[in-house]
Structure formats: structure tokens, C-alpha cells
């Protein structure tokens, strides 16, 4: 149909459909909570950590100095912040084969 066929049909749908679909947010349902707090923990990296972060930065050190590539340097990036946070994501596997 025409556009405004699908848009009375789009409303006409909502309307039916407005009784079962909850839509709420927290902070409207519950009003005793309080305000949200960041807080940041400076944690030392661990060993592993270190020696993982040190790989991924002699591994793509061409790339790093480089200083043309955008991705590539987003890419390391990403690389590091997994060290950090998942190091344990990264496979026994790739440290040995990055090392020899």
C-alpha cells in the first residue's frame, strides 16, 4: 500500500498492542534507588599481563611508528585493552609462536 496506508496500519497496530507491552524504566518504577556511581580502581597489571602487552607493542611496532594508519593503530589498541582486561582470552599458542 502507500505510505499512508502503513502508517495508519503502524498506528493502529501500537494501539492494539499498547495494553500487553510494558515499557518501563527502573528509575520510573523504583524510586528509592539511588543515583548511579562510577567509581575507577587503578589496579596493577599482573605479570602475564605485562609480558602480553609488551608482545602486542614489540609485535606491531612497525605499525606504531608508523603513525599513518588509523585501523591499524584502533586495532593494537583493542589488542592492548584485551591484554589488560582478558588476558586470559589470549592463547598459550601465540605467546610461544610470538617469541621464537
Do not use: W
Not at 6 to 15: N, P
Not at 67 to 96: A, F, P
Amino acid at each position: 500500500g502507500t505510505p499512508e496506508d502503513r502508517a495508519s496500519g503502524y498506528v493502529k497496530l501500537h494501539s492494539l498492542l499498547k495494553p500487553y507491552i510494558i515499557r518501563r524504566l527502573k528509575k520510573d518504577v523504583e524510586k528509592s534507588l539511588p543515583g548511579k556511581v562510577e567509581q575507577i580502581l587503578r589496579v596493577d597489571m599482573t605479570i602475564k599481563q605485562k609480558k602480553l602487552y609488551k608482545l602486542v607493542l614489540t609485535k606491531n611496532y612497525q605499525s606504531l611508528s608508523n603513525n599513518k594508519n588509523k585501523i591499524s593503530l584502533l586495532n593494537i589498541m583493542m589488542q592492548l585493552r584485551k591484554t589488560c582486561n582478558h588476558g586470559e582470552l589470549i592463547q598459550e599458542v601465540d605467546l610461544n609462536h610470538q617469541q621464537t
